[in-house]
């Protein structure tokens, strides 16, 4: 019964763990990227079929009103392009609004084209597709509301389809109303079809991590099991003897005061021994003062492997924003601790002699800057950074630098780690790269700013530490 009831509750907790992991990784799992691609997709087939529309079915298009609304996307795609770097992952309203003026724009061409009298007015679909599975259920429900209304309006206003000698291509009107009754019908239950499928897979998916995450705890709760059986039971006759030993001693040493107190002082170091036994089979010896540490702290112990590489490591922690504001302690999470250590490594490995670690903050944001004094990241990865992809390096590159190990797949987890706890990171260049040597500044390398919010990582901004409590019960 006992172990039933921890099973769930560790079930229970993995879920819960693993519904925030997928909160967080997936508010920014779009791709700018893959957007841009399918547009550009559309902008060449829409291209395509007007040519041939006009030039081997003879129609009398509004092009120049066609040629404008596609430009109006390839202008949009190219500002994407050159605004924004290829590894940008979209939050839901920015991918909403994208799916909108898609939405928009294919609608005021089929405007233009015959309305629902073009078979092409099939590809309405596709946005509110992309939506059910891609965003919210609140905005899905408003883009289907959208190409319904689109829809609707088609079917009335447009501008028919004439050939060159004046007749029309116009469906019949029961044809046209149930082509109109098909794409209705199409949007809602394709949305709804789509939306239930993707819920299912994400379902599917957090309960795989919630499994992964209590077996792990499991496996954890049951060597630290072993590890505290083992030792209450070869504590426990040694303890025992010494109890009733020291409890013979009180009795026998009535009339000497001072051994008498010696005795009850090994019998109640005895208790306390048990308790402490105990208080290991609760709390897996978990002190609650290692759970937290002061900034710098945290980011030397991050740095630590690091340290005796070769090159030199600077460490400067002040706050800009009011010199007098005390150091804040911060959470020592792993994840804050191994995404910070990648990037220290990626800076250790790129630098040619020194790397300056630097910590400010303020009462709402806690910032780390690491700079080398390198050549910078690359302008071929500079978009891409961030992104999980290897690629062969060249001979020279690993005798320049022998610690190298790849940088895509290491940033790329620490930058996961570091949004997961809820940092948002930067990456520059510090100098320009068509500058002399002589002009060049001491910190002319990368630079890798995390930015957290104090709620997301800091204990307590200043302050005297808090009284230390009993170690909490385990969850299991």
């Known amino acids: 019964m006992q172990s039933d009831f921890g099973s769930q509750t560790t079930s229970q907790s993995g879920a819960e763990q693993s519904r925030r992991f997928s909160k967080v990784g997936n508010s920014n799992w779009l791709r700018l990227r893959t957007l841009i691609f399918l547009r550009w997709l559309a902008i060449a087939g829409q291209m395509t079929a007007i040519v041939a529309g006009q030039r081997y079915f003879d129609l009398q298009l509004e092009l120049a009103f066609c040629f404008f609304a596609i430009g109006v996307s390839v202008m949009a795609n190219l500002l994407a392009v050159f605004i924004f770097p290829e590894n940008k992952r979209l939050n839901e309203n920015e991918a909403f609004f994208m799916i909108l003026f898609d939405l928009a724009q294919l609608s005021f061409l089929l405007f233009l084209t015959g309305g629902l009298n073009n078979p092409f007015a099939l590809l309405l679909l596709a946005p509110v597709t992309i939506s059910a599975t891609a965003l919210g259920g609140r ?17 009335f206003f447009h501008f028919p389809l004439r050939t060159e000698n004046g007749f029309i291509h116009r469906m019949p009107q029961v044809l046209l109303f149930g082509f109109w009754s098909a794409m209705a019908i199409g ?41 505290v059986a083992a030792t209450a039971h070869e504590l426990g006759t040694p303890l025992a003897t010494i109890k009733l030993v020291s409890q013979e001693l009180i009795d026998e040493l009535g009339d000497n005061e001072d051994l008498r107190d010696d005795a009850a002082l090994i019998r109640d170091q005895a208790d306390r021994c048990r308790d402490i036994l105990r208080s290991m089979g609760r709390a897996g010896n978990d002190d609650l003062h290692l759970r937290t540490a002061p900034l710098s702290a945290v980011m030397r112990e991050a740095a630590e492997p690091h340290l005796d590489r070769g090159k030199t490591i600077h460490f400067d922690f002040l706050s800009s924003f009011d010199p007098d504001l005390a150091q804040p302690t911060i959470f020592r999470k792993p994840e804050v601790i191994h995404g910070m250590r990648n990037l220290i490594q990626n800076a250790v490995d790129f630098s040619d002699t020194q790397i300056w670690i630097e910590g400010d903050w303020s009462d709402q ?28 390096r060249a001979e020279n590159t690993s005798s320049a630098r022998p610690g190298y190990e790849g940088m895509g797949l290491g940033l790329f987890i620490a930058k996961t780690l570091l949004e997961t706890s809820g940092a948002k990171l930067r990456f520059a260049n510090g100098t320009d790269p068509f500058l002399t040597s002589s002009e060049v500044p001491e910190q002319s390398g990368a630079i890798v700013e995390v930015v957290w919010p104090v709620e997301k990582i800091v204990s307590r901004l200043g302050g005297a530490s808090p009284a230390l409590g009993r170690n909490q019960p385990l969850e299991i």
Do not use: C, H, W
């Open 139 to 155: 905005e899905t429900v408003v883009l289907g509301m959208i190409a319904l209304i689109f829809v609707t309006l088609l079917a």
């Open 187 to 227: 949007i809602v239950f394709i949305a709804l079809y789509a939306r239930r499928v993707t819920e299912e897979m994400n379902d599917m998916s957090e309960a795989l991590v919630a499994t992964q995450m209590a077996l792990a705890r499991g496996q954890k709760m049951t060597d630290l099991g072993a590890v």
């Open 365 to 392: 944001n806690i910032k780390i800057r690491i700079v080398d004094d390198g050549d910078g990241f690359s302008s071929q990865v500079f978009n891409r950074i961030g992104d999980p992809f290897v690629r062969r």
